[in-house]
C-alpha cells in the first residue's frame, strides 16, 4: 500500500499528487499564455493575464513546499540503468524543480517592471507586492523575453520528460511510471 511518505522502492501519495497536480496546472498555463498573448478582445485578454497570474503564483507556492517534501523525503531507487541515463534523469528532474520556481518568478518579475502598473490580485485575495526592479518600457520588455524564453524551454523539456516517461513503460516495461500513479506491473 502507497502511504503519506517516499520509500526507497515508490513515491507516497503527497509526492504523486503534487507532481500530477502541478504537471495538470503547468499544462493549463502554458496554453493560457499562448492564448491570452493572442487574444484580440482587450478586456477578455486582462482577464485571461490575471488568472494566469493568479494560477502561476499558485504554482510558485505549490513550488516552495514540493521541494521541502523531497528534501524531506527519501528518493526511490531508479532501476539498473546506464550510468549516464541515470545521471540524465537526475539532472532533467534538478533542472524541472528550477525552473517550478525560476519560471512564476520571471513572470512576477515581468509584472514589477511593467510601466503599465497594474496590481497583481492573486484570485482577487490579497495586492502582491511588486519585487523591487527597476520600473520601465525595457526593463519589462527584458522580463517579458526571459519569461517567455524560460517558458518555451520549460515546454521543450516536459515533452522530453514525458518521452522518457513513455519510453520506460513501453518499451523499458520497467515500474517509473507506474509508481508515480501509485501501481505497480504485475509479472
Ligand atoms: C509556472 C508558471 C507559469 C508558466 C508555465 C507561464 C507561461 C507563460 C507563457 C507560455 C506565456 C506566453 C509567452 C508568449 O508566447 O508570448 C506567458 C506570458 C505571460 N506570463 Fe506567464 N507563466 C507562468 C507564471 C506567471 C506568473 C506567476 C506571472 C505573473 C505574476 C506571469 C505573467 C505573465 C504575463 C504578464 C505574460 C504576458 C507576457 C507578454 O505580454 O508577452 N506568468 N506565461
Ligand atoms: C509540467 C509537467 C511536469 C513537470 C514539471 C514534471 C516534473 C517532474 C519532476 C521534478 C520529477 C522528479 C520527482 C522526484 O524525483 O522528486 C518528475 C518525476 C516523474 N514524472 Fe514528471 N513532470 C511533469 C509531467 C509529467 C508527465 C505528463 C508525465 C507522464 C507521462 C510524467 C512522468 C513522471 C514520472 C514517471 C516520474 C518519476 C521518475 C522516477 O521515478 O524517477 N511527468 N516529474
Not at 486582462?46 to 493568479?54: G, N
Not at 513546499?65 to 539498473?80: E, G, S
Request: proline letters at 4%; hydrophobic letters at 55%.
Amino acid at each position: 500500500m502507497t502511504v503519506l511518505w517516499n520509500t526507497e522502492e515508490r513515491y507516497g501519495w503527497v509526492a504523486i499528487l503534487l507532481h500530477w497536480l502541478m504537471a495538470a496546472l503547468i499544462l493549463g498555463q502554458f496554453t493560457l499564455g499562448f492564448v491570452m498573448t493572442r487574444t484580440d478582445d482587450q478586456r477578455l485578454a486582462f482577464e485571461r493575464i490575471q488568472l494566469h497570474k493568479s494560477i502561476g503564483l499558485t504554482l510558485l507556492a505549490l513550488a516552495a513546499v514540493r521541494i521541502v517534501w523531497r528534501l524531506a523525503n527519501r528518493q526511490p531507487h531508479l532501476p539498473d540503468l546506464p550510468r549516464a541515463e541515470a545521471r540524465a534523469a537526475r539532472m532533467v528532474h534538478a533542472v524541472l524543480y528550477a525552473l517550478l520556481l525560476v519560471l512564476p518568478l520571471s513572470g512576477w518579475a515581468l509584472v514589477s517592471s511593467s510601466v503599465l502598473e497594474i496590481p497583481t490580485m492573486p484570485f482577487g485575495l490579497l495586492v502582491l507586492p511588486n519585487l523591487p526592479l527597476d520600473v520601465s518600457e525595457a526593463a519589462e520588455a527584458f522580463w517579458a523575453s526571459v519569461h517567455r524564453w524560460i517558458g518555451w524551454g520549460a515546454i521543450a523539456l516536459v515533452c522530453l520528460h514525458v518521452l522518457a516517461a513513455l519510453r520506460h513503460h513501453f518499451w523499458l516495461r520497467d515500474n517509473i511510471l507506474l509508481r508515480m500513479v501509485g501501481a505497480e506491473r504485475r509479472e
